[in-house]
């Protein structure tokens, strides 16, 4: 079963990341404030991005990667900047001894 990952944009200006097994219905139910909690309360919302998977199971694996990204990180990807996406990625120091 095919799935895709998706970013919202809110009314607020937040994103949100979702995935699903059709797209076109879950946009709907976003749209229509059935989709989220979160996306109900900020609506309208924008389809900012999709990507198609051959598998669901991949969507959602996906879905959960980018959830923890950087704003910065997620516009990148929106914008198609896939070049800075490495450079965006969190980067994690060790404490001098």
């Known amino acids: 079963m ?3 990952t998706y970013i ?6 937040s ?3 979702g995935s699903t097994d059709n797209l076109t219905r ?3 139910e976003h749209q229509a404030g059935i989709g989220s909690k979160y996306t109900s309360r900020r609506l309208p919302v924008k389809l900012k991005f999709y ?4 598998r669901i199971d991949e969507a959602f694996y996906y879905e ?3 959830k923890k990204w950087s704003r910065a990180k997620k516009e ?5 900047r896939y070049h800075d996406l490495p450079k965006l990625a969190k980067k994690i120091f060790k404490k001098d001894r």
Do not use: N
């Open 15 to 17: 994103y949100y990341v």
């Open 26 to 28: 879950r946009l709907a």
């Open 76 to 80: 990148a990807l929106i914008e198609g």
């Open 64 to 66: 959960h990667k980018i």
């Open 8 to 13: 919202l944009e809110c009314s607020d200006g």
């Open 51 to 54: 990507k198609e998977f051959d």
């Open 2 to 4: 095919k799935g895709w």
